[in-house]
């Protein structure tokens, strides 16, 4: 498969076309952005972290019966992914408070919620990704219900997978956030990555955060934070 040009340049990653128009590269950055790009970093090596830590999730995803954009990883840092057009939602699932869900509503950080949350974030950076409910999205003319029904039955079980995942390696999934995608037939499929970048992951004896929020909080050891996760998930294995 070729690599053409640059369709997409996103924050933590770049999307390439091929000479097959179902399929792109998805080619990880090494870019580290906060609080709607606000806040901007790097760390050499992250992409090719991230790349790894997606491909080994996805390919749990589709063992467990979750269809996903993934085909194959290509090299350190680019995965084969189905062409899809991304659905402008955030579906984020929450098992923990912190984050945007303490500030907004003032539960304490750290509470085990009584069941798993899913939230709508409407996809638009010049609005700062704001919440939404159902019928925003219908509103907005970007899922319909049936669809949106998808996207919440999905993150569940996507949700109930990794959780279970982590905790076999003393990892506490706190909460995560799924991109989906209609692909040529119109089927909703899971998109995007999973990696400490989209996740917030704490180890489950010290609630030491494993993930983007060192970089968030400059918390430092970004880098072996995710090498810490993939080094989890490997050993899982
Ligand atoms: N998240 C993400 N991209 C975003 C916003 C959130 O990947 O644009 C993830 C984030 O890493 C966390 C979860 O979604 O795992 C919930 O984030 P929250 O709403 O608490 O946002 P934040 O505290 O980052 O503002």
């Not at 050499?44 to 997606?54: D, E, F, R, V």
Request: aromatic residues 8%.
């Amino acid at each position: 498969m070729d690599k053409q040009e640059m369709l997409y340049e996103g924050k933590g990653k770049r999307l390439f076309s091929t000479n097959e128009p179902h399929y792109v590269i998805a080619e990880f950055k090494d870019d580290l952005t906060a609080f709607n790009a606000q806040k901007k970093g790097a760390e050499s090596g992250k992409g090719a972290l991230n790349c790894q830590i997606s491909t080994l999730l996805f390919m749990l995803l589709e063992k467990e019966g979750i269809a996903t954009h993934f085909v194959k990883k290509l090299n350190d840092r680019a995965m084969l992914c189905k062409k899809v057009s991304i659905i402008p939602i955030e579906v984020v699932v929450r098992n923990i408070a912190t984050g945007s869900l303490t500030k907004r509503l003032g539960i304490t950080e750290g509470k085990v919620l009584p069941f798993s949350l899913v939230e709508l974030y409407y996809k638009d950076d010049a609005l700062g990704d704001p919440l939404i409910n159902d019928e925003h999205c219908l509103i907005l003319d970007i899922a319909q219900l049936n669809e949106l029904e998808v996207l919440k039955t999905q993150a569940l079980r996507v949700n109930e997978i990794l959780r279970v995942f982590f905790d076999k390696v003393d990892l506490k999934l706190v909460d995560f956030k799924l991109e989906f995608g209609r692909d040529g037939e119109g089927e909703i499929i899971l998109a995007d990555e999973i990696s400490p970048d989209s996740c917030r992951l704490w180890d489950k004896n010290t609630n030491q955060k494993l993930d983007k929020d060192r970089f968030r909080q400059d918390l430092g050891d970004v880098k072996r934070a995710y090498e810490e996760v993939l080094h989890r998930i490997i050993e899982s294995k």
